[in-house]
């Protein structure tokens, strides 16, 4: 790839369906001699040497020799530009998928670095966050800042809608993030959480779509993982399935083919039946993740961001699967930050809305 990095301009590089985003950016990385890569799994990135947001941002400036004063002022003033000043003093290991993306952008860009790359940069964000990290990585003075991203267009799917069937709820469901961790001098274990939400009640259909609404950080994949019978949570129905906000959690077999489960199914989906998840792409990754999961024939099945990481082909894919197990009766619940995302699965499907709140 004949590419240089401009001083003070974003550049973006698009990946297709069969191409790995993280690959495509350490080639770049490699061939301009830097290190400096967000990859696509933000969380990746956190450190897990500091207690809070505030000394993460700090970390690098920490590195460089940075003067406490000038460290203190740039520090506050970041957490202010991508919205996590009231989160300064949260554990960085506990936020939400897009306040973890939000984070770590700004933990690398605090240090002005020469070159920037940055693999699908708004992933997961509400369009809040997303116009938060835009304006940070388009304002980053001299630093080259190249953007590895999917080309993420609208399609319209060709699919028979499917007509809804009986009605019933999940909840009230309550569920916390962000307990504190316990020191090992500390042999009370800690009471309080840092994050709560619910309790909400989940209206499903069976053969229908309930979209989940809420901001970065209002708790949707707190709830689900809870719903889903996760972090130490009992299940909210007898047969749920879920794939979770990061595909990567659920790469746990050596062959695509075998994540999937279904050889048919997995050609059929254009995917590459021997590659190893993690050596996929990022939209064949989840579109595997998603075809594993509707393939378990779940009467409730949860979708936390689907279409996140998702090229136009891996769309289409993905539109392909949620007819299939809508059309075989189950219930489905998605969370996405994406309007047109959820606009495409009307051309097939009735969707009702549920909005979060936290308490």
Request: hydrophobic share 45%.
């Amino acid at each position: 790839m004949v590419l240089e990095p401009i001083p003070g301009e974003v550049t973006t590089v698009t990946v297709g369906f069969d191409e790995n985003a993280d690959e495509v950016a350490h080639q770049l990385a490699t061939q301009w001699g830097v290190d400096t890569v967000i990859g696509a799994d933000a969380s990746a990135h956190v450190s897990l040497l500091r207690a809070t947001v505030r000394e993460e941002l700090a970390l690098a400036l920490e590195h460089r020799g940075t003067p406490r004063a000038e460290m203190a002022a740039r520090v506050e003033d970041m957490l202010a530009a991508v919205g996590l000043t009231e989160l300064a003093e949260r554990d960085p290991a506990r936020l939400s998928g897009g306040q973890t993306r939000r984070l770590v952008c700004a933990a690398v860009a605090i240090a002005h670095p020469k070159v920037l790359i940055v693999v699908e940069p708004y992933a997961g964000l509400d369009p809040n966050s997303r116009a938060q990290v835009e304006l940070l990585l388009h304002g980053l003075g001299e630093t080259a800042v190249v953007l590895v991203q999917a080309d993420t267009r609208s399609t319209r799917p060709d699919l028979t809608p499917v007509a809804p069937g009986d009605g019933f709820t999940l909840g009230p469901l309550s569920a916390t993030r962000g307990t504190q961790r316990r020191r090992w001098w500390k042999l009370k274990a800690p009471e309080h959480a840092e994050f709560a939400v619910g309790p909400v009640t989940i209206p499903v259909q069976h053969g229908g779509v309930t979209w989940l609404r809420g901001g970065n950080g209002s708790g949707k994949t707190t709830l689900l993982r809870a719903a889903a019978g996760l972090d130490g949570h009992e299940p909210a129905h007898s047969s749920l399935g879920m794939a979770l906000q990061s595909p990567m959690d659920q790469a746990i077999t050596p062959t695509l083919a075998q994540l999937v489960g279904d050889a048919a199914l997995t050609a059929e989906l254009g995917l590459p039946p021997d590659e190893h998840p993690l050596d996929a792409s990022a939209s064949q990754l989840r579109v595997a993740q998603v075809a594993a999961t509707v393939a378990q024939g779940r009467e409730v099945v949860v979708f936390d961001e689907p279409d996140t990481l998702a090229d136009a082909t891996g769309r289409t894919a993905l539109h392909s699967l949620l007819h299939r197990a809508l059309s075989a009766g189950s219930a489905l619940i998605i969370t996405c930050h994406d309007p047109a995302f959820v606009a495409e699965i009307t051309a097939y499907a009735t969707v009702r809305e549920c909005s979060i709140n936290t308490v």
